[in-house]
């Protein structure tokens, strides 16, 4: 089992910054990758940015150049700082570990809204 934990979102006037935390715990050893996903109202959950045991990261198209995500193993977290934000970055964001046993695990959630 792998237990997440979503901290930083908020509500940010458009070309403003946040930054989202996601501190792991639980079966750390298992973990092949973390990243952050969205979801916006009426619409599908979506990947927004993932890094891997080897550092290797993905991000969208539209968040390149924009969002920026890393990870501290020594705190087992994941962050996903956010910059430049647009109105449609607006969603709740997860947070997600992904396992070598092939498992989903996801955060609570936590709600980006952009909006001035």
């Known amino acids: 089992q792998v237990q997440l934990v979503e901290s930083g979102g908020g509500l940010v006037q458009p070309g403003g910054s946040l930054r989202l935390s996601c501190a792991a715990s639980g079966s750390i050893f298992s973990i092949n990758s973390l990243g952050w996903f969205r979801q916006a109202p009426g619409k599908q959950r979506e990947l927004v940015a993932a890094i891997t045991i080897h550092n290797n990261i993905d991000y969208r198209d539209s968040v390149k150049g924009r969002f920026t995500i890393s990870r501290d193993n020594a705190k087992n977290t994941v962050y996903l700082q956010m910059n430049s934000l647009k109105p449609e970055d607006t969603a709740v964001y997860y947070c997600?570990?992904?396992?070598?046993?092939?498992?989903?695990?996801w955060g609570q959630g936590t709600q980006v809204t952009v909006s001035s």
């Open positions: 997600n570990a992904y396992t070598a046993f092939g498992t989903d695990y």
